[in-house]
């Protein structure tokens, strides 16, 4: 289903369609492409594609494969050509592009060998210039590519010539860091790759740029509202007279007419919609909400707004009263208070709650003071890790802890033959493993129980007890690698037998749907399939059960989102810190950082306070820090 279609498109430089469901947006591609294929075959023309390993294409793969299986389409007159490529990098390695191509598309299509050109990026540096050529040559002397499935513009970095064709390129850090999670690090991150050109990509006759999830959302800006700039090198995708672009609404999140429809045209002015324009009206006049007037609204593209809803300052009382009573210090309920205009009922009290995370990190670096309330005023806190996190460790954390296993069988004088030999494997493991190779079983348990006893060490000081804690392993997880199987019934049917057993009143889980296929997204789809599934049971508990989403990790809610607003106070955010220092292993240097440099307490209290420092702008009470949670509504 394609949405907000009737809002004006004035800031747009570039086509673009937008879904509320990626799914839609890949079966449309999927028709496309399949018709173009088609017809070609039809007229006895082969097909040269460009493929991109990206997550966004994953879905567009899979349904391509299964037109192949049901005989509904033949890749048998098609040739493909990959983007990009690490180099160097052996070609089955998990991090290959190539590798990914296959294991998606390649393995289930009926394509002759000798027509798969994607990218070598095993051949001798000395040879990659002229390799380069030739690829091009190829390219060419098949008439061209007839369609390029794309969510970048390969690896050409900032700075990259608009008349550049496929060569070898430096990778600059940003780009490196952002492939950590890949490699199981930055360090094991190859500098260069070898890439198509600008010039080589805007050739392809059609284009197809699919991006999902929030993180994509700035680079879209760019490309759909921004000027054509060298720095931002998907822009030059604006001179394309074929180019179709498809995403989800999370990754329109930075377009006028999504992030300001005011601006666009005419918009429906309901509470949520009132509430976003108020807000960043504040933000452009630097006022707070209850001194906006009615020329500030009149000169900002908000007269509609006055003239169904105003004056001002009656639009103001009621935004400024809204806001004010999503804020509460008692996120569990207060007990013998008026809860009409509180976010939370005041009973039953105290209330069972589980909050679900989706690594053993997530807790406490998203809502840790939120948490330390909730058991501070006796209520009976839950914590439901969803995944190992065993990926996320250092190889020298495992060591160390099986080094001390290896001590403490000689202090304590057990089984010394027996941890002397887990520690030699396990050295012997480590030596053989190429950088982002998974770890072996024994590996990961011993990760996994570490950052196990880093959770439940913040637990007790948060003074959660250890029955309390519940580690789920949901197996999709549990795959060795970055890469993770689709969410499945094990899963959910874990989380179920968890909550069967609770019955709680709070359900809080991570609300972040940055990417389509990560770990946070399918452990909230998980809780999501499990509730829907109570319901449809009739489930006598869930009717008393209210879900709040949480966000820290990598971003926090737009304040115009939330519906409850936690304060903290300077103690609780020390407090709020020292529990996030419990998980050592991701302490001084994580492994997984994203592009921000700083260590997560530092991000999360960034965070925290600046959300504080909105609040104060709008007019609020000036506080420390603010935790923000948005409602479920299931």
Known sequence: MVINEDFTKRYEKVP?????????????VVNKVASIIKERNKLGKHTVIGLSASSSLIQVYEELAKMVANKELSFKNTHIFSVHEYYPLGKNEIQSHYRFIKEYLLDYIDIPIENIHCIDSEIPKEKVHDYCIEYEKLIESLGGIDILLIDNMGFNEPGSYYNSRTRLITLNYNTRVAAASEFFGVEYVPHHAITMGIETILSAKRIFYLAFGENMSSSIAKLIEGSINEQFPNTYLQKHEALEVFI????????????????????????????????????????????LTDMDYNDNGMSDLVTEHGPASKINIKVFNDLQHTISGWPGGKPNADDSTRPERAI??????????????????????????????????????????????????????LDFLRDSS??????????????????????????????????????????????????????????????????????????????????VAIIKNLLEKIKPHQIYAAGDLSDPHGTHRICLLAIFEALNQFKSENAEWIKDCRVWLYRGAWQEWDVADANMAVP???????????????????????????????????????????????????????????????????
């Not at 937008?18 to 079966?27: G, T």
């Not at 690594?359 to 006796?378: F, K, N, Q, W, Y």
């Not at 010394?416 to 030999?421: D, F, N, Q, T, V």
């Not at 072996?440 to 060490?457: C, F």
């Open 16 to 28: 673009v369609e937008i879904f509320d469901d990626s799914k839609d947006a890949s079966l449309i």
């Open 248 to 291: 989800d609404l999370a990754a329109a999140n930075d377009l006028t007419r999504i992030k300001t429809p005011w601006l666009t045209g005419s918009c429906i002015w309901d509470d949520y919609m009132t509430r976003k324009a108020v807000f960043w009206l504040c933000k452009l006049t630097k006022k707070p909400i209850l001194k």
């Open 348 to 401: 039953p009290f105290p209330k069972r709650v589980v909050i679900f995370s989706p690594h053993p990190d997530d807790d406490v670096i998203s809502m840790g003071g939120t948490l330390a309330r909730l058991s501070e005023h006796g209520h009976e806190v839950h914590l439901a890790y969803q995944t190992s996190g065993n990926i996320a460790v250092f190889d020298h954390d495992a060591i160390r802890f």
């Open 410 to 491: 000689y202090i304590f004088d057990f089984d010394k033959g027996r941890s002397e030999a887990i520690y030699h494997q396990a050295l012997v493991d480590l030596s053989k493993k190429h950088p982002g190779e998974p770890d072996s079983e024994a590996i990961r348990q011993v990760k996994g129980a570490i950052r196990r006893g880093e959770a439940k060490a913040a637990c007790r000081y948060l003074k959660i007890p250890e029955e309390r804690v519940h580690f789920l392993n949901l197996p999709f997880y549990e795959t060795g690698g970055v890469k993770k199987k689709p969410m499945g019934q094990d899963d």
């Open 568 to 634: 903290l106070s300077p103690e609780e955010v020390h407090i709020k810190r020292e529990a996030i220092f419990k998980h050592q292993s991701q302490k001084d240097r994580p492994v997984f950082p994203g592009t921000d440099k700083r260590e997560f307490w530092q991000r999360a209290e960034e965070r925290n306070h600046n959300t504080a420092v909105l609040f104060d702008q709008l007019g609020m009470a000036e506080y420390q820090a603010i935790e923000l949670f948005v409602r479920y509504h299931f």
